[in-house]
């Protein structure tokens, strides 16, 4: 299969699996050490919410891989000359995959210790009755190496976002404008995590389509190699 074909179904995959991360997850009050909140913390739920989460990072760098495969294949850019001919924003896409595949390792450390530290922590607190237990996920969350890296990795995808849509621009995508949904939901992927349900979701939403977005646009330089 080529990148024309695959690279376009690996954007919209990943967009659609991370849209399924804040759709499916438990939402409980987290403010205080409730039975509801370690139920929530050990569902099944929780588990698979955070692995599409972590499978919605981890595509993004192989699709950026078929991108950059596309733009240096592309033919000249079909825009009046606005574009910079063939294989243009080929070393933006490239750094892209590099900063987009170191970030979502980082990040996705992190999300392991949220679906199995997480989970194991409130299992115990339901088993023993002891939701004095639960004051132990703050400290996992928090321990200076997780948190460290997460942040780390949750930056890079911001700068992997915003070379994207360098890259698109400048190899005259058609829009020109197609990777700017994508960089904004990468820019704003750690400030939301600070949000509630309402505002992930809308997030989840805005990553998605900028990854349809970006998808329709690679198709389409695709075409025209």
Avoid: K, N
Avoid at 59 to 69: D, E, I, S, V
Avoid at 97 to 103: D, E, M, Y
Avoid at 129 to 136: F, I, K
């Amino acid at each position: 299969m080529t990148a024309a074909r695959w690279t376009p179904a690996a954007f919209v995959t990943a967009g659609l699996v991370f849209l399924l991360f804040p759709l499916l997850r438990p939402w409980p009050d987290e403010t205080a050490a409730t039975t509801e909140l370690a139920t929530a913390f050990a569902s099944d739920r929780w588990v698979v919410a955070h692995l599409f989460g972590i499978l919605g990072l981890g595509l993004l760098a192989p699709a950026l891989l078929g991108l950059r495969t596309i733009l240096a294949q592309a033919g000249p850019a079909d825009d009046g000359g606005a574009g910079t001919g063939p294989g243009a924003g080929v070393g933006t896409a490239t750094w892209a995959l590099v900063t987009a595949w170191v970030g979502a390792g980082c990040a996705a450390l992190y999300f392991g210790a949220e679906i199995f530290g997480i989970r194991t922590i409130a299992e115990a607190a339901l088993r023993d009755d002891d939701l004095g237990l639960l004051a132990d996920v703050e400290v996992l969350r928090m321990q200076p190496w997780a948190v460290t890296l997460f942040a780390a990795g949750l930056l890079l995808l911001a700068v992997a976002g915003v070379l994207v849509a360098v890259a698109l621009w400048r190899s005259g995508a058609r829009p020109r404008w197609a990777g700017v949904p994508l960089a904004a939901g990468l820019v704003l992927l750690l400030p939301q995590f600070f949000g509630g349900p309402e505002l992930r979701i809308t997030h989840g939403v805005l990553v998605a389509a900028g990854c349809v977005l970006v998808a329709v646009a690679a198709r389409s330089r695709a075409g025209r190699g």
